[in-house]
């Protein structure tokens, strides 16, 4: 068992640290959390060093590398700033499901053009009525009709729809099927689309640079051409990506939790009160201990996780582990570095503030802490006999 990256791993973690420590700027994070903007730049950059869809196969525009490297980009750009990293790091969200499921067509059309930052992606799962249950009959239903589909239906809490080029929508297409998940399929609409129309979701506790928006669909027409995978199986390809996505997630709330760490730590060791260093003071000294050892059991439990999917072995388990764990950790110590500066770490100036209000999402999209523990549960009854 070896607990050490490959010399092209560690190389990799300098480029996006060096890259973060370069472009990142406080001031520009904070403009963007102020006004829920996104940022371009930026992002246009980071995929033209290939930073964005690095886990892709090169023939498709990307890396050749596996999750762990899609990991270890997600980790230090949120690291490097909550706000900006977490933005940039889900610019190609839910295009996964092209690359595992899609038609050699799909993957030459949207991958590539993912990977060099022309084109945003989004996953359209959640609905006003449902939730995370994305195991009950979708209201969005698609209908067939002569060669096409047509598409009925609302999405809302989606990431990237306000700048989404395309959007890969989970659609009920057997109304009568028991259990109903078995009639999902996911269907590709594009921007553009006529019926299609998308609403900004905004003043969010956090994550204000990554947009949010509501999809919805009045009579859109897709072809068979817009299927990805099989026709009915859109429910176990979206559990499959949910499982992959659920460990970059996992990444991000680790990285988080280390940029909050950072700043509480060169805070303690150059604030004096009392005579000495906060560092000095024991229970100060004690936060930053326990801070530190809940994100190094994180960060080991999301490598494994991470490490087990380029085994060609997706855990469900352990992502769903490594979620909850995560998540959880990033709060904690995004509440404890916020306790550690006190009254400015109530303010914006100082980071923490803003970090403690992106952590939060980690523990809710892409499966609440709640429906994680279930799965997990579920593991433990069928593993205790």
């Known amino acids: 068992m070896r607990f050490r990256f490959t010399e092209e791993q560690e190389d990799i973690r300098a480029a996006v640290r060096e890259f973060c ?94 990977a060099s930052g022309e084109w945003i992606s989004a996953g359209a799962f959640t609905e006003p009525a449902r939730g995370s249950d994305l195991a009950a009959r979708l209201d969005t239903r698609a209908i067939r009709d002569g060669g096409e589909w047509v598409i009925n239906g609302v999405k809302t809490l989606i990431t990237n729809a306000p700048i989404a080029d395309f959007f890969i929508t989970l659609c009920q297409t057997d109304m009568e099927v028991e259990p ?94 009392f005579g000495r260093k906060l560092i000095e003071i024991q229970a100060i000294s004690h936060k930053l201990a326990e801070m530190a050892t809940k994100i190094e059991a994180a960060r080991l439990l999301v490598y494994k996780a991470a490490w087990q999917v380029d085994q060609g072995k997706l855990d469900p388990i352990l992502a769903s582990m490594a979620k909850t764990l995560a998540g959880r950790v990033a709060v904690e110590v995004c509440d404890e570095a916020v306790q550690i500066l006190g009254g400015y770490g109530y303010i914006g100036d100082y980071d923490v503030e803003r970090y403690y209000r992106d952590a939060k999402i980690t523990e809710i999209y892409e499966g609440t802490r709640e429906i994680q523990l279930n799965t997990i549960t579920r593991w433990i009854l069928r593993r205790s006999g």
């Open 180 to 273: 109903p998940y078995r009639g999902q399929t996911l269907l590709i609409v594009e921007k553009g689309a006529e019926g299609l129309d998308v609403t900004k979701i905004g003043d969010k506790m956090g994550i204000r640079a990554s947009p949010t928006g509501e999809v919805s669909y009045s009579d859109v027409r897709v072809g068979d051409d817009a299927i990805v995978g099989q026709l009915n199986r859109g429910f176990y390809q979206a559990l499959y990506f949910f499982d992959e996505s659920r460990i970059e997630i996992a990444a991000q709330a680790v990285g988080i939790a280390q940029g909050a760490f950072d700043r509480a730590l060169k805070y303690a060791k150059e604030r004096e009160a």
């Open 21 to 114: 420590q370069k472009e990142f700027e406080p001031e520009l994070a904070r403009k963007l959390d102020r006004e829920e903007e996104f940022p371009w730049e930026l992002y246009r950059r980071a995929c033209k060093l290939g930073f964005i869809g690095i886990h892709f196969p090169e023939e498709y525009g990307g890396g050749g590398y596996g999750i762990l490297e899609n990991c270890i980009v997600a980790e230090e750009m949120c690291r490097a700033d909550s706000t900006l990293g977490t933005a940039i790091i889900l610019g190609d969200f839910a295009s996964e499901i092209i690359l595992r499921f899609g038609s050699e067509e799909q993957k030459e059309r949207y991958l590539p053009k993912i």
